[in-house]
Structures are given as C-alpha cells and as structure tokens.
C-alpha cells in the first residue's frame, strides 16, 4: 500500500525542514563563533590576535545571527529568499577564507551545509509565500 504525499504538504515539511536546518546552523555557527572567540586557548583555535581575526570573528557572529533571523522569516516573507541566497553566498565566501587563511578544515563541512541549504531553497521555493 503505498501513500500519496499531496504536492502542498510536501513542500510544507520540506520548508519546515529546511528552517530547522538553518537554525541549527546558525545555533552552531554562533556558539562556535562565542566559543572560539572568548574562551578557546591558543592550542584550542581561540586567542584572537589583532583586528583580522576579530574582523572574521565579527563576521562570524553576523551571519549566525543572519541565519537564526531567516530560519524564523523563511516562509513567511518572499524577501527573506533572495536575502538567504545572498547571506549563503557570503558564508560560502567565508568558509573560504577559513580554510585559505587559517587552514580551517573544518569550514568544508560547513560550506556543505551551506550548498545543501541553496538545493533545499530552490527545492521548497514554491512553498514560500507572504508578502511581496
């Protein structure tokens, strides 16, 4: 017996899922970022020194709370689509710059995330309806 999933519905959970995703990613980015940031040691990743590293720590912070913002916004307001884009493209950015600058492994995983939230965005756009 098989179940049919009707077209709306669908769409519905896939944007649901799609906010949970991006606010577990921007929870993690910014508890990093604060982690990293004030309490890491040397030897850890942490003890920021001079204004580049606070530069990308303040860069960091912003996209974290960027990502926790449109995690609440996605859904119900078509601006927060085009902005999303734009914000994953900037982390995208960042994550380069992690891995170039401070040999950061790590920011591949999230540059993962990062390009299966835009498969996910383009994937649950006809569901995003509100205001224009």
Known sequence: MTTDVPPALGRRALLRGTQVLLGLFGA???????????FATAEQGGDLQGLGDWTVAAWSAALAVA???AAFRLGSDRRVLPALAGLIAL???FGVVK??????????????????LIVLLALSRPAVRGRA
Not at 30 to 35: H, P, Q
Not at 99 to 116: H, K, L, P, T
């Open 99 to 116: 891995f170039a600058v401070y040999d950061e492994q790590e920011s591949v995983g999230f540059m993962a995330v990062g390009a299966v």
């Open 67 to 69: 990502f926790l913002f």
């Open 91 to 93: 982390d995208l950015v």
């Open 28 to 38: 993690v980015k910014l508890y990093g970022t604060a982690y990293f940031t004030f």
